[in-house]
């Protein structure tokens, strides 16, 4: 039992070291998108820097790799598919954020988390899709969006999966890492220091 469910979890967390934000800049601008903005190999600093045009591969990539994760680990464990797509998530969301081979410095795991969640329970994915979009939409913080998605996300597993406990806590214990991820967002939307964002700009902001 404990064997397929640590390469479940290895085989997602090789999957979240293809960082989309990292990729597609390194390809169409020969850059590093954390050497600029905010430092972050995510979808909202890649857009700031490169537009929202070559954005749609960063959500492509990042977004099948964690449908992928998630696939095979129920594939593997036939007997608890949810339990195996949910370590499956596990892995391609620390991955995504700890990516040992980018240095462990990775995106903040929304992107990520969101097509988890859509793959494993889509009641949880539009749930999670719902916070961001009217917290975003009505304030233009990306991250604020993103902070409410990712508590969705941690309140959303334990209600609709408490018979099942350790996908219960896995999911709370996800979406809380995300909420962390973005300490130094909340600190700066605290003292309104937060920056706004158009994700649908074309160009640089």
Known sequence: MWYPMFIIVLAGYMLGNLNGAVLVSAIFANEDVRKHGSGNAGLTNYIRNYGAATGTLVIVIDGLKAIVAC????????????LGGTLGGMGVM????????????GGKGILSGFCVAMTLDWRIGLMILAFFLVFYLSTQYVSLG?????AGFAIAFPIFHHDNLPVAIIGFCLGALAVYMHRTNIVRLVKGQERKTNLFAKGKQ
């Open 71 to 82: 696939l095979v680990g129920k594939l593997i464990l036939g007997d608890d598919p949810l």
């Open 94 to 105: 620390l991955g995504h954020i700890f990516p040992a081979m980018l240095g462990f410095r």
């Open 146 to 150: 993103s902070i409410m998605g990712a």
